[in-house]
Structure formats: C-alpha cells, structure tokens
C-alpha cells in the first residue's frame, strides 16, 4: 500500500512562488512515477505534473509550463518529489494532491494512489 504525504501548503500572493513537497512510502518498485493533480473549488481535479522515478523525465500541464518544475529529491533516503510553482496566479488557487502510478502514462490519466491533498491559495 502506497502512502503519499504532502507538505507545504499556504498562502501565496500572485506573482509569488510556493514550494510543495511530497514524501512516498511502501512502494517495492523501484519503477513508477509521482506526480500532482489540483482541484479549484466548483472544478474537476487536473493534472499538473509528473516526473519518472528512474529518469527524472518530467510532463507538465500546457497551464503550467514554464512556471512550475517538478523534481525528485534524490539527496534523501525516502522518496520524495517537490513542485516549485514560480509566477503563481489567482487561478492556482486550489487543493494539491500527490499521486503515484507503476506508469506516468496511468498517472496522468488519474490512475494513481492519492495523498490527502494540501491547499494552495493565491491571493489577488
């Protein structure tokens, strides 16, 4: 059973930067990929980013490209990946969810085990 915990959520003024992060446990592959989802309020949940476990080869949403960056913490002992939202909108505003899949194409498809979820708030 895979566990995901997310951490870093707050509240963030537009053009600001926020940083969330996202630590996996019980996974015995060491081939599978993580990756964040969002939801806004009234809103379907979205993918936003995905990154590889064993190549680090990233996929982002259109809406995100260019402002956010997922990575792996690879210094650590526990897997871990972080999203660094940069030039952050109003319209960011929403719960992030961490996710994993065995395939990052399963992932972006929702496909995935979920984390709690933290929330994200862009101020205007």
């Known amino acids: 059973q895979v566990k995901l915990v997310e951490a870093g959520g707050g509240l963030v003024q537009t053009g600001g930067s926020h940083r969330l992060s996202c630590a996996a446990s019980?996974?015995?592959?060491?081939?599978?990929?993580l990756g964040w989802f969002r939801q806004a309020p009234g809103k379907e949940r979205e993918f936003v980013a995905a990154?590889?476990?064993?190549?680090?080869?990233?996929?982002?949403a259109d809406f995100v490209k260019g402002r956010f960056t997922i990575s792996r913490d690879t210094n650590q002992n526990t897997v871990s990946v972080s999203l660094q939202m940069d030039t952050m909108k109003p319209d960011d505003t929403a719960v992030y969810y961490c996710?994993?899949?065995?395939?990052?194409?399963?992932?972006?498809?929702?496909?995935?085990?979920w984390g709690q979820g933290t929330q994200v708030t862009v101020s205007s």
């Open positions: 996710t994993s899949a065995p395939r990052i194409e399963d992932l972006i498809q929702g496909s995935g085990s």
């Open positions: 990154i590889n476990w064993n190549d680090g080869n990233p996929e982002y």
């Open positions: 019980g996974r015995s592959s060491r081939s599978f990929a």
